[in-house]
């Protein structure tokens, strides 16, 4: 998996991307006919006006490193699990979850919207996913084997195997005795699961093997486990403008974070150490847009 590219061409090839995302989004907005003017108010809120798009673009461009053929199908399996990570979003900054009343650099869903409406919003953007994925078939040529696949990936993660037992873990992870092992457990639930899924969906629709499936899973796990790190660190390091949200959250409400545990400094030679692996595993050259890309979290933090 490689490709030369330029510091111009990888930001073009981002800013393509992260357009093509959004449009598709507000297509898949736009053709939710019963929806009311206060869903879709709160869904174009919440999905078109903010976020890195990480998780869309890892899949899309698993995709293209493997050699996929399908962008358009991959386009619509990008933005369905970029419409499960925001229902996550605005679930997460919940009174009852985090309470958080500031996301993607505004107010939260539920302090725009009220509670009820958010958890409404919510739900919408997990159930859309998965329509997203389901309807596959209807607007592209693809069998229903690969939407099965597809399907079993994604609840996988998003389910009691990813989103829901990291979270769970996480509300009560101030009574957890601290050590790396609870960490770690904790960031692949909640964090790399979900971006592991991502990435193996590109591979799903690139049509890789099973072999070249599997370093695309693990390669996912190691990414998703930095950037829960990378995150942690930035809580502790960003003030609130740039990071979107309310800095020292984790710190205030006494959460387990790598930070916490091992300190700062570790903390990022360990997210540049598991990016590093990651490549590894896809075989990605320093040069190539996926190796790239994943370079990025790390320096976020510089
Ligand atoms: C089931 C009620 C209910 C709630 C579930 C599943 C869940 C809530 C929360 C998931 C846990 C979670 C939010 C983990 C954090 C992962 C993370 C680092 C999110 C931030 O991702 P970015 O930085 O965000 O990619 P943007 O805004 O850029 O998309």
């Known amino acids: 998996m490689s490709s030369e590219v330029s510091d111009r061409n990888f930001q073009e090839t981002i800013d393509s991307d992260r ?24 869904l174009r809120y919440t999905l078109l006006d903010g976020g890195k798009r990480f998780r869309p673009l890892l899949c899309l461009w698993v995709h293209d490193a493997v050699g996929g053929s399908r962008r358009p199908v991959c ?10 990570h ?9 009174p009852c979850m985090d309470d958080d009343d500031q996301r993607r650099g505004k107010p939260s869903a539920h302090v725009r919207f009220g509670e009820a409406m958010a958890v409404l919003a919510g739900d919408a953007l997990l159930t859309l996913c998965f329509e997203v994925l389901a309807t596959l078939g209807d607007r592209h040529r693809v069998g229903d084997r690969l939407v099965v696949e597809l399907l ?18 996480d509300l009560v992870s101030d009574r957890l005795t601290p050590s790396e092992e609870v960490v ?27 072999g070249h ?18 995150d942690d660190v930035l809580d502790v390091e960003t003030d609130g403008d740039t990071l979107g949200k309310t800095p020292g959250k984790d710190v205030k409400d006494g959460k387990l974070t790598y930070p916490s ?11 540049a150490e ?4 990651a490549k590894g595993e896809l075989g990605t050259d320093e040069g190539a847009p996926l190796g790239a890309l994943m370079d990025m979290l790390v320096t976020r933090l510089h």
Request: with cysteine.
């Open 19 to 42: 357009r093509q995302i959004h449009t598709r989004l507000a297509g898949i907005i736009d053709a939710q006919s019963h929806a009311t003017d206060d869903i879709r108010e709160a």
């Open 75 to 84: 386009l619509d399996t990008a933005c369905a699990i970029e419409c499960l």
């Open 86 to 94: 925001t229902y996550s979003l605005v679930h997460d900054d919940l």
């Open 152 to 169: 079993k990936v994604v609840s996988g993660a998003a389910g009691t195997g990813g989103l829901i037992t990291g979270q769970s873990l």
């Open 184 to 210: 770690e457990v904790i960031h692949r639930r909640k964090t790399a699961a979900l971006i592991s899924a991502a990435m193996e969906a590109g591979a799903i629709v690139g049509e890789a093997d099973e």
């Open 213 to 230: 499936r599997l370093h695309v899973r693990r390669a996912g796990i190691l990414v998703g486990q930095a950037f829960q790190i990378v």
């Open 261 to 271: 545990v091992v300190g700062i400094e570790p903390s990022k030679r360990r997210a």
């Open 274 to 277: 598991l990016v590093g692996r």
